[in-house]
């Protein structure tokens, strides 16, 4: 009896552990085989230290600097509150010198950056150097581990690894954290393997906080009633945030949550309608949804179309997942199949995603060549060798999407090989539950592009070149705004449908106009930044310095010029008077948190101010300097612009994550809202006293705006 009582303990103790380690086989491989696998690692050996190494050891380029910069301002003890501002984070890049170039952190969340703060205290490029070493060694420990798990020798390991040309070549050259990110699922899966579910929870909810998809692997864990390793998930999602916000504060996590995620999870973010993005959104995006300048000849223009595609997927996608079987040995591929289902699900994936691939590939072919399906093995590395593979431009057009079709194809095969071969029967309450959440989905997609056209018929012309157009105010001689180039921020002229950029040094963030006055005032940032002056009727003038500060404004006279002093984080609002040799007035200190101005032809200021996540509209007055609440106008509200005649103020307020476009009158307190998609519309300016210019990311991504015009309704 108590030996049957031993057996029925380790039967059980069997089926409800995750995985097993694997023995290592007796039968060694053909010679002329090895032989083989050795010449082509050695030749993708060399090709990564030839290709990526080496040339993202000798350079700085993007992405690397953006995280660095975030990780620099913590150093420096600059509140990380406005990293998700373009302008703003471009201005701290330049003021510290991190690179010269375009730098950008959304849509990282914030506990991204406790990756880089241990090395913010080298120069830039040794931090880059320092990063890839350590990301070599996030890589060998990867293998070591997966060696410890798995059949395959080293040989094998390096080779599969290696196979990962493109994902491997974007990660190292531009510094990014996929090889981290799959270090940190690799020792989930050698925990898992040892019984240490728990911890292997704990390093999936480390990942998670980091770059959120890894979270996914929790409807794994709870579909097999792994609850050890879902309270793992959530102790080591809680423990890295919790961290973040000791270290960052709690301001840029709202952010994140309220502006940020809010947007990217709909794929509102870089190249939208770019199918080479790999995400089944992007591509509903580009067959179905049309952006005038960005993808302006959809293959058919319906939202609707858009949204049950979408939907669709989603739905097939997770139900697919879930319906799979779920014994214990199909557990190795079940854990495969996690990464390229997490990659469909991913509302865009760029081409370093696929370093998580490895694991799959590794884990996949070991658990295939262990039941003696050798060609599902074959056919899994085919596969996984197109996602991963770099294609030609001249290839790329013709067949942009190979690397998701791979992903797919993989996806499938790993579920097809997990049910062994057994029927899966849906039964009515699956069919029942896929219908109900694809019209969840539906209803959702719905939603989230309702209005999404409402800025596109008051668009202005703009340059093809550039991948923002923001700021832009009136002047006599026509409006000016700034573009970001692919190496700076230029002011630009627009007038009688013809383009003419302003030549001034350093990176121009922000401009300041008014619709009667020859001047045009603007902000130059490099190591510091100030308010200049220009004849905009005699453009190739050298700029007269004026003043340290950003932001600047102008009231409509021309009498009176607004802007912000930033210092070590800390802004203050001013007060100049343009026909006068006195130094400017501080209207509001630095305690008040200052962060956008406009100013009346009186002299009375105009400023948001107060936390990013929830600033408020205030009045100083000009001749009492008294501050005063606007507490009639709804919060949170920014980017105040008084209409020249001093009795409405257009501003945007913040509703469900988007800011919206409004207009008020100060004596009887009605409002126009202007704009309604999920999206922004900001930094309105008023070309005359009916008609408002402002900066618009409908359909475009978050915060990479273009320009529009609207006339208020009568």
Same mark, same amino acid.
Request: overall charge neutral.
């Given at each position: 009896m108590d030996d049957l009582a031993v057996v029925k303990n380790s039967a059980q103790e069997l089926e409800t552990s995750e995985l097993s380690v694997v023995p290592k086989p007796d039968s060694p491989n053909p010679r002329w085989l090895r032989i083989l696998e050795w010449f082509l690692l050695a030749g993708l050996l060399a090709t990564f230290a030839g290709r990526s190494f080496l040339p993202a050891w000798r350079t700085l380029n993007s992405e690397f600097p953006n995280y660095y910069l975030a990780a620099a301002l913590y150093r420096e003890r600059i509140?990380?509150?406005?990293?998700?501002?373009?302008?703003?984070?471009?201005?701290?890049?330049?003021?510290?010198?991190?690179?010269?170039?375009?730098?950008s952190f959304a849509p990282n969340p914030p506990p991204l950056i406790l990756s880089l703060v241990p090395f913010a205290t080298h120069q830039p490029l040794a931090a880059k150097r320092v990063w890839l070493v350590l990301n070599l060694l996030c890589l060998g420990v990867c293998l070591w581990m997966l060696h410890g798990v798995t059949s395959l020798d080293w040989r094998r390991l390096g080779l599969i690894s290696m196979l990962c040309v493109a994902p491997l070549h974007v990660d190292f050259l531009f510094g990014r954290h996929y090889v981290l990110i799959l270090l940190f699922i690799c020792a989930a899966y050698y925990a898992s393997c040892f019984h240490r579910q728990r911890t292997s929870g704990v390093m999936l909810g480390a990942a998670a906080a980091m770059k959120l998809f890894p979270a996914l692997f929790v409807i794994l864990f709870i579909r097999k009633r792994n609850w050890r390793a879902v309270i793992g998930i959530v102790l080591?999602?809680?423990?890295?945030?919790?961290?973040?916000?000791?270290?960052?504060?709690?301001?840029?996590?709202?952010?994140?949550?309220?502006?940020?995620?809010?947007?990217?999870?709909?794929?509102?973010?870089?190249?939208?309608?770019?199918?080479?993005?790999n995400s089944f959104i992007t591509l509903w995006s580009h067959l179905f949804l049309i952006e005038p300048e960005l993808n302006p000849f959809p293959f058919i223009n319906s939202s609707t179309?858009?949204?049950?595609?979408?939907?669709?997927?989603?739905?097939?996608?997770?139900?697919?997942?879930?319906?799979?079987?779920?014994?214990?040995?199909?557990?190795?591929?079940?854990?495969?199949?996690?990464?390229?289902?997490?990659?469909?699900?991913?509302?865009?994936?760029?081409?370093?995603?696929?370093?998580?691939?490895?694991?799959?590939?590794v884990v996949a072919f070991d658990a295939l060549l262990a039941t003696g399906n050798k060609s599902r093995a074959l056919i899994l590395l085919l596969l996984y060798v197109a996602a991963c593979a770099p294609v030609p431009g001249s290839i790329a057009n013709w067949f942009p999407l190979t690397r998701l079709l791979a992903t797919t194809g993989l996806?499938?095969?790993?579920?097809?090989?997990?049910?062994?071969?057994?029927?899966?029967?849906?039964?009515?309450?699956?069919?029942?539950?896929?219908?109900?959440? *694809?019209?969840?989905? $539906? %209803? /959702?997609?719905?939603? +989230?592009? =309702?209005?999404?056209?409402?800025?596109?018929?008051?668009?202005?012309?703009?340059?093809?070149?550039?991948?923002r157009f923001a700021n832009p105010v009136s002047t006599s001689e026509g409006v000016v705004f700034t573009e970001m180039q692919p190496r700076k921020y230029q002011p630009v002229l627009f007038k009688d449908a013809t383009f003419r950029e302003i030549a001034m040094p350093g990176d121009v963030l922000s401009v300041a106009?008014? *619709?009667?006055?020859? $001047? %045009? /005032?603007?902000?130059? +940032?490099? =190591?510091?930044?100030?308010?200049?002056?220009?004849?905009?009727?005699?453009?190739?003038?050298?700029?007269?310095?004026?003043?340290?500060?950003?932001?600047?404004?102008?009231?409509?006279?021309?009498?009176?010029?607004?802007?912000?002093?930033?210092e070590h984080g800390e802004s203050s609002?001013?007060?100049?008077?343009?026909?006068?040799?006195?130094a400017p007035l501080m209207v509001l200190p630095s305690t008040s948190h200052a962060l956008d101005v406009s100013v009346t032809s009186e002299g009375d200021v105009i400023a948001a101010a107060g936390g990013v996540n929830d600033p408020h509209l205030f009045i100083v007055k000009h001749g009492t300097?008294?501050?005063?609440?606007?507490?009639?106008?709804?919060?949170?509200?920014?980017?105040?612009?008084?209409?020249?005649?001093?009795?409405r103020l257009a501003f945007s307020r913040r509703d469900h994550g988007s800011w919206h476009l409004v207009v008020r009158e100060f004596a009887t307190g009605s409002e126009q809202q202007l704009t309604h998609a999920s999206c922004n519309a900001i930094s309105p300016s008023w070309e005359n006293a009916e008609t408002l210019v402002y900066a618009t990311d409908c359909g475009r991504g978050v915060g990479l705006s273009a320009l529009a015009r609207v006339v208020l309704p009568r």
């Open positions: 509140p990380l509150d406005r990293i998700y501002e373009w302008t703003w984070f471009q201005r701290q890049n330049d003021h510290l010198g991190v690179r010269d170039g375009l730098v080591g999602l809680t423990a890295i945030t919790t961290l973040s916000l000791l270290m960052f504060g709690v301001e840029v996590h709202r952010i994140f949550l309220n502006e940020v995620l809010s947007q990217a999870s709909r794929g509102d973010w870089l190249g939208p309608y770019v199918i080479s993005q179309l858009y949204a049950v595609a979408q939907a669709t997927t989603v739905t097939v996608l997770v139900f697919s997942f879930l319906s799979g079987n779920g014994g214990r040995r199909s557990t190795s591929l079940q854990w495969a199949a996690m990464i390229p289902w997490s990659l469909l699900l991913s509302t865009t994936t760029g081409a370093d995603y696929g370093c998580l691939l490895i694991f799959t590939a996806y499938a095969l790993l579920l097809y090989a997990a049910a062994a071969g057994r029927k899966v029967v849906l039964g009515r309450r699956w069919l029942v539950a896929g219908l109900l959440s *694809g019209a969840f989905f $539906t %209803l /959702y997609n719905l939603q +989230t592009v =309702r209005n999404r056209a409402e800025d596109f018929g008051r668009h202005l012309p703009s340059p093809s070149t550039a991948y106009g008014a *619709g009667t006055i020859p $001047t %045009l /005032y603007s902000e130059l +940032t490099g =190591r510091h930044s100030f308010i200049a002056r220009l004849p905009i009727d005699r453009l190739g003038s050298a700029p007269e310095i004026l003043n340290e500060g950003q932001d600047p404004a102008l009231s409509h006279n021309g009498k009176w010029l607004a802007f912000i002093l930033e609002a001013w007060l100049l008077a343009t026909d006068s040799k006195n300097g008294q501050m005063l609440e606007l507490t009639e106008f709804p919060h949170p509200a920014r980017y105040p612009s008084v209409s020249p005649d001093g009795s």
